[in-house]
């Protein structure tokens, strides 16, 4: 009777061994994929933070003023470097990722679970590059072209009678300006992942497309507060990301009525 036991003990633990054995294996595949990434990242980290910084360039240029950046610590470039390798090592791999993750999972599955589910894993990489490109094409220089306009030019500073002149300049630092870059662009990336988050918690039964044209005004305040709060203090970049989100909002109640029926068509 202990023999059998046993016996059944191990079998039961064999496939949670075979399980835990994937599951590192899938594991080191994405700590090979990040670092590979990581590595090819920092050897081109210059040639790609001169494309984050051509907004910039762009805007300073237009406003007659040549474009310059600062470094106050001799490490800091360094470490942006570092910074900026590490957050492209992840939005590269994450569509590797993605798929270590699928494979793990995917087995597990009923067909009819994976398939509803496959989609969602390809919509959220196309949407968060659609956000982060709106994010870096249309809400970037114009929010940089809103902060440059605060400064004080030499023949502005000496109309001002009685006072000696002063010039306000924008010399952003190489580091700050990453950190603003990479928050706005992924402020715009999160928020374009609203509708595969609504879809999925209408196929989970917890949302459906009628409660979420009730709380529309609800979603109006959230949108703002959200961002107010992933957004510089500026009203230009918070009204650019409040509106896309509350687009999607309305997509999302769109595609919920056109692809999942309601409780009570359910129950005709």
């Known amino acids: 009777m202990t023999d059998q036991a046993s016996e059944d003990i191990d079998e039961s633990s064999a496939p949670l061994l075979d399980h835990l054995i994937e599951l590192r294996s899938r594991l080191i595949w994405c700590v090979a994929f990040i670092v590979v990434a990581f590595v090819v990242a920092f050897y081109f980290a210059n040639p790609i933070y001169n494309f984050l910084a051509q907004p910039f360039v762009d805007v300073a ?3 007659g003023k040549e474009p310059t950046m600062i470094f106050t610590g ?8 570092i910074r900026l390798a590490f957050y492209v090592a ?4 994450f569509p590797f990722v993605a798929m270590q993750i699928w494979k793990f999972v995917a087995p597990g599955l009923y067909r009819n679970e994976r ?18 490109a709106m994010a ?12 440059i306009s605060f400064e004080v030019a030499p023949e502005l500073a000496n109309e001002i009678a009685d006072q000696a002149a002063l010039q306000i300049q924008s010399l952003p630092a190489v580091s700050e300006y990453l ?8 402020a715009f990336g999160v928020s374009f992942q609203l509708p595969v988050l609504l879809v999925l918690l209408a196929k989970a039964g917890f949302v459906t497309a009628e409660g979420l044209a009730e709380k529309r005004k609800y979603s109006i305040l959230g949108a703002f507060v959200f961002a107010m ?14 509106i ?22 359910e129950n005709v």
């Open 229 to 242: 709060l992933m957004t510089p203090p500026d009203p230009l970049s918070q009204i650019m990301l409040a």
């Open 136 to 147: 870096y094409y249309i809400v970037i220089p114009r929010a940089w072209d809103f902060f």
């Open 179 to 186: 950190s603003l870059t990479m928050m706005l662009m992924f």
């Open 90 to 93: 992840l939005c590269v791999t």
């Open 115 to 132: 398939q509803a589910f496959l989609p969602f894993l390809i919509a959220t990489p196309i949407l968060f590059t659609l956000g982060a």
């Open 61 to 63: 240029l237009n406003n």
């Open 74 to 81: 001799l490490q800091d470039k360094l470490f942006v470097n």
């Open 244 to 265: 896309p989100i509350l687009a999607l909002y309305e997509i999302s109640i769109l595609i919920i009525k056109m692809t999942i029926n309601s409780p009570e068509e």
